[in-house]
């Protein structure tokens, strides 16, 4: 059983920065892929970045060039980088674990962006 406990979500003004933060109950050196899925209310929930334990890295188009996915082995954390913040980016951010078949997900943070 792999938890994560996300952090970093608040309120934002469009064109601004925000990281979010998922530290996970183990070594995510040893977990396959994480990541950061968003739901907006009345929408599916989206992909909105992965990384695999071997570095590869996938991107929503949306997101491309503006957010950016990164882990910390030492500290057990996932990062999401996000700048350039518009509207369309507000959602609950949840960041999900893959470890051998079995997915794991935090408890979600919101990201609001609005003047």
């Known amino acids: 059983q792999v938890q994560l406990v996300e952090s970093g979500g608040t309120l934002v003004q469009p064109g601004g920065s925000l990281r979010l933060s998922c530290v996970a109950s183990?070594?995510?050196?040893?977990?396959?892929?994480m990541g950061w899925f968003r739901q907006a209310p009345g929408k599916q929930r989206e992909l909105v970045a992965r990384?695999?334990?071997?570095?590869?890295?996938n991107y929503l188009d949306s997101v491309q060039g503006r957010f950016t996915i990164a882990r910390d082995n030492a500290k057990n954390t996932v990062y999401l980088q996000m700048n350039s913040l518009k509207p369309e980016d507000t959602a609950v951010y949840y960041c999900?674990?893959?470890?051998?078949?079995?997915?794991?997900w935090g408890q979600g943070t919101q990201v609001t962006v609005s003047s």
């Open positions: 990384l695999t334990s071997g570095g590869r890295i």
């Open positions: 999900y674990a893959d470890r051998g078949g079995n997915d794991y």
């Open positions: 183990e070594s995510v050196f040893r977990i396959d892929v």
